[in-house]
T-cell receptor
Framework: SQQGEEDPQALSIQEGENATMNCSYKTSINNLQWYRQNSGRGLVHLILIRSNEREKHSGRLRVTLDTSKKSSSLLITASRAADTASYFCATALTDDYKLSFGAGTTVTVRA | DTGVSQDPRHKITKRGQNVTFRCDPISEHNRLYWYRQTLGQGPEFLTYFQNEAQLEKSRLLSDRFSAERPKGSFSTLEIQRTEQGDSAMYLC????????????FGPGTRLLVL
């Protein structure tokens, strides 16, 4: 079974707008990672946030983590057409290394 | 290119045939993972290796599936007597274990069983 669950399942925005997607999980984690997947291709790592961190930034990406609510969010600012993809959160449990993925959020950025 | 590579990228086979996929991890990475992804879903963990030792296998990995990582370098995933339900994308990832937790994924092998 999958530990993480993304919300919304799909998101359509205009170029230049911000996109926010959320991830909820069920059990205590060691870290949470966000990945992007373009249609039919492999996953590209975006950000890793550890359980003792609350916020991380990378370029136009901002990730937050609230371990008390067992949730994370990914914000993409000033979206571009190239951001069109599926975004997945993946959790690694304490003392474990395998990742458990949610079903993903499909983001479409309209030009 | 020093990323994770997988071969073949696409495989079409008939039900009942055996298939083998190969994954070459990033050279200094000691952990290697296999995941399976079906349409509209996130990847699901199958198995992982630390160096040449297979440390964990998912219950998804039936007896028809076997994975190896001889000498702790490349890995192979074999599916025997393929079934239509095996149709999926098979993804390989590698990481530097305790030092770096980020898993770097290959492009995947898309399997279609007719």
């Amino acid at each position: 079974s999958q530990q993480g669950e993304e919300d919304p399942q799909a998101l359509s925005i205009q170029e230049g707008e911000n996109a926010t997607m959320n991830c909820s999980y069920k059990t205590s984690i060691n870290n949470l990672q966000w990945y992007r997947q373009n249609s039919g291709r492999g996953l590209v790592h975006l950000i890793l946030i550890r359980s003792n961190e609350r916020e991380k930034h990378s370029g136009r990406l901002r990730v937050t983590l609230d371990t008390s609510k067992k949730s994370s969010s990914l914000l993409i600012t000033a979206s571009r057409a190239a951001d069109t993809a599926s975004y997945f959160c993946a959790t690694a449990l304490t003392d474990d290394y395998k990742l458990s993925f949610g079903a993903g959020t499909t983001v479409t950025v309209r030009a | 290119d020093t990323g994770v590579s997988q071969d073949p990228r696409h495989k079409i086979t008939k039900r009942g045939q055996n298939v083998t996929f190969r994954c070459d991890p990033i050279s200094e990475h000691n952990r290697l993972y296999w995941y399976r992804q079906t349409l509209g879903q996130g990847p699901e963990f199958l198995t992982y290796f630390q160096n040449e030792a297979q440390l964990e296998k998912s219950r998804l990995l039936s007896d028809r599936f076997s994975a190896e990582r001889p000498k702790g370098s490349f890995s192979t995933l074999e599916i025997q007597r393929t079934e239509q339900g095996d149709s999926a994308m098979y993804l390989c990832a590698s990481s530097f274990g305790l030092i770096e937790e980020t898993q770097y994924f290959g492009p995947g092998t898309r399997l279609l069983v007719l």
